[in-house]
């Protein structure tokens, strides 16, 4: 723990010396807020958070947002807590039109997916990326029953096609999550839940 105190009061000095590095991009266009969310630095954003210039939309060469790397961490949550306090838009996409929900499902953070989407405003589940994808697509290519049944329930299209003519029930299949897979945990949700019943027909 020492040594992220120290990291931090050399980050505080050196801002206090050169305040303009805090918005010196490097070669890939990443500004030291993108590393700091990368590397879970929640005391270092907090420190950039104190500059008058401070962005929590800023987005790096490839258009990816501070929230959209924090959210895609397995710990990110006090990270992505202390963004959307800051004003964090929750529906930007980056470069290859992909949101903060693409990269949610894909890592499979129920807790984050849900704190998204309960945020005011929520973040879309109708968001599609390029390749014509929403988060659902991710959601079912990693097996994740209960992330696909909170993004139906919060109003993502079921049955959409992607660039390729993929339904999310294709890459379920496809990555070998079908059926059989889903059914035991889908038993132990609630049956009169309309999100389950959704989920449940469209696997069966």
């Given at each position: 723990?020492?040594?992220?105190?120290?990291?931090?009061?050399?980050?505080?000095?050196?801002?206090?010396t050169e305040p303009k590095l805090a918005v010196r991009e490097d070669d890939d266009g990443r500004?030291?807020?993108?590393?700091?969310?990368?590397?879970?630095?929640?005391?270092?954003?907090?420190?950039?958070?104190?500059?008058?210039?401070?962005?929590?939309?800023?987005?790096?060469?490839?258009?990816?947002?501070?929230l959209m790397i924090s959210a895609s961490l397995k710990d990110g949550e006090d990270l992505v807590n202390l963004l959307l306090q800051k004003g964090a838009d929750v529906n930007l996409k980056n470069h290859n039109g992909q949101g903060v929900l693409h990269f949610v499902a894909s890592k499979n953070n129920l807790d984050v997916a849900k704190?998204?989407?309960?945020?005011?405003?929520?973040?879309?589940?109708?968001?599609r990326d390029k390749r014509s994808q929403y988060a659902i697509h991710?959601?079912?290519?990693?097996?994740?029953?209960?992330?696909?049944?909170?993004?139906?329930k919060h109003g993502s299209p079921l049955n959409?096609?992607?660039?390729?003519?993929?339904?999310?029930?294709?890459?379920?299949?496809?990555?070998?999550?079908?059926?059989?897979?889903?059914?035991?945990?889908?038993?132990?949700?609630?049956?009169?839940?309309?999100?389950?019943?959704a989920t449940q027909q469209w696997l069966c």
């Open positions: 723990m020492w040594l992220t105190g120290l990291a931090v009061s050399v980050a505080e000095t050196i801002l206090k500004l030291p807020i993108h590393w700091a969310a990368s590397s879970n630095c929640i005391d270092i954003i907090i420190l950039l958070a104190q500059i008058r210039s401070f962005d929590p939309d800023v987005q790096d060469g490839s258009g990816w947002t501070p704190k998204l989407l309960n945020h005011d405003p929520p973040a879309s589940t109708k968001i991710r959601a079912a290519a990693i097996g994740s029953v209960p992330m696909v049944t909170l993004l139906i959409a096609t992607d660039a390729s003519g993929y339904t999310a029930l294709h890459h379920a299949v496809a990555e070998g999550h079908g059926a059989p897979n889903y059914r035991p945990r889908l038993h132990d949700m609630e049956a009169t839940d309309t999100s389950y019943q």
